[in-house]
C-alpha cells in the first residue's frame, strides 16, 4: 500500500507541471504546491525502494565474487566452446539501476584458456544481478580498440563509468601497440 502512495504521489508532482498538467488542470481545481520537505521525501523513498531493489537482487559479501566469477566462466566457456578461467574488474563499484530493471555493474574481463593460461580476450560487459543467485552476463564483449574509436560510446554510460571505461580501454590499447612494435622489431 505505501508503493502505491509513493507512486501516487510522483504522479502528481508530475503531473502539476508541464503539457499535462494543462490538461488535469482544465477540468479540476490546482493542486497545492508541496512543500520542500514533502518533496525530500518522496526523494528518499524513491532512493531507498531503489537501494532496496539493488539489495534484493544482488548477492550479499562474498558470493558476490562467487557467482559472477562462476557465471563469466561459464558464459565464456560457452561462447568460446571451450574452457576458460576469467578474471575481473568491476569499473565501477556500485550498480547501475534504471527502473524496475535489473541492476547492472559493468566489468572488464580478462579470459584465459583454462589449460594453458594464454589470454584469449578481453574487453568491457556488463552483468546484471538476478535475484542474488545469478548474473546474466552482457551479450557483447566490448573491446579496447572499438571503444576507444567510437565517438559516441560515451553517450550510452553515466560520466563516471565513461572514465573508467575509456581509461582502461586506453590502457589496453597501449599495452596492445607497445606489444605489436615489439613483435614488429624482432
Partial sequence: MKLLQVFFAVFMAITSSGPLALQCRADNPPIPEMSQQQKDRIT???EDMHRAHIVANTPPGELFDKY???DL???FTERLGRKVRTTYELLQKDAIQVGVGYPYYYIWVKIFDDKSGELLDQGMTSAKAMDQKDFGIGSKLNHAEEI???????DFFPDSLCLAILSR???VQAANNVSKAL???K
Avoid at 576507444?148 to 560515451?154: D, E, L
Fill in 148 to 154: 576507444m574509436k567510437n565517438p559516441g560510446f560515451p
Fill in 44 to 46: 528518499k523513498l524513491l
Fill in 169 to 171: 580501454a586506453a590502457v
Fill in 68 to 70: 559472477l566469477q562462476r
Fill in 183 to 185: 613483435h614488429m622489431s
Fill in 73 to 75: 566462466d561459464s558464459c
